[in-house]
């Protein structure tokens, strides 16, 4: 069985300044790794996902995640955020033998001016 | 265009009625899912379904009913037994096999009044 945990519930920032969201995950075998956004009142969006090969994973829009087996962890990052970013994050789980997808709780992102 | 509808975006329902959301995929994917959101909780499985005609219990199955009697579509029914059935309700979709990351409709926000 999977789990996972997103370590900050909010995270309020300054627009153009760098931001990190949490995630650590336990897992007694293999996974992917996710990170979904959603804008308020909609669906969830993949924003980047890690299968295998490189640890560092980037999105469209500036923002990458690090796998780290050693402290099962996959961090989210931005160097400079902007307004738009402001959106809940969320950080899931698959294991690699299955196909059912484990979610934190989220992060919810608030980018000021 | 290619994606998942919901529908409708806001219900409104009084104790004691049964209600049926709708979820439409147009991505050829073979399985479908439905999944609870609540504020601090991320999302919890309620029902899935890999193939046409065949599904499976969630975590939080308990007072829902599901279909799957064709690829494209997999409605969820809210029974009467449901006791706490006020939420946003989530659909999504992803092709068979591992490592896919689902794809989401807009939601739909059940309230029981």
């Known amino acids: 069985a999977q789990s996972v945990t997103q370590l900050d519930s909010q995270v309020p920032v300054f627009e153009e300044a760098p931001v990190e969201l949490r995630c650590n995950y336990s897992s007694s075998v293999s996974v992917y790794l996710f990170w979904y956004v959603q804008y308020p009142n909609q669906g969830l969006q993949l924003l980047l996902k890690y299968l295998s090969g490189s640890t560092l994973v980037e999105s469209i829009n500036g923002f990458e995640a690090e796998f780290n087996k050693s402290q099962t962890s996959f961090h989210l990052r931005k160097p400079s955020v902007h307004i738009s970013d402001t959106a809940e994050y969320f950080c899931a789980v698959m294991g690699t033998g299955g196909f059912k997808t484990i979610f934190g709780a989220g992060t919810r992102l608030f980018v000021k001016a | 265009d290619g994606g998942i509808t919901q529908s409708p975006k806001y219900l409104f329902r009084k104790e004691g009625q049964n209600v049926t959301l709708s979820c439409e995929q147009n991505?050829?994917?073979?399985?479908m899912y439905w999944y609870r959101q609540d504020p601090g909780q991320g999302l919890r499985l309620i029902y899935y379904?890999?193939?046409?005609?065949?599904?499976q219990k969630g975590d939080i199955a308990e007072g829902y009913s599901v279909s799957r009697e064709k690829k494209e579509s997999f409605p969820l029914t809210v029974t009467s037994a449901q006791k706490n059935p006020t939420a946003f309700y989530l659909c999504?979709?992803?092709?068979?096999?591992?490592?896919?990351?689902?794809?989401f409709g807009p939601g739909t926000r059940l309230t029981v009044l």
């Open positions: 999504a979709s992803s092709l068979a096999g591992r490592g896919n990351e689902q794809f």
């Open positions: 991505l050829n994917h073979d399985a």
């Open positions: 379904s890999q193939i046409v005609n065949d599904f």
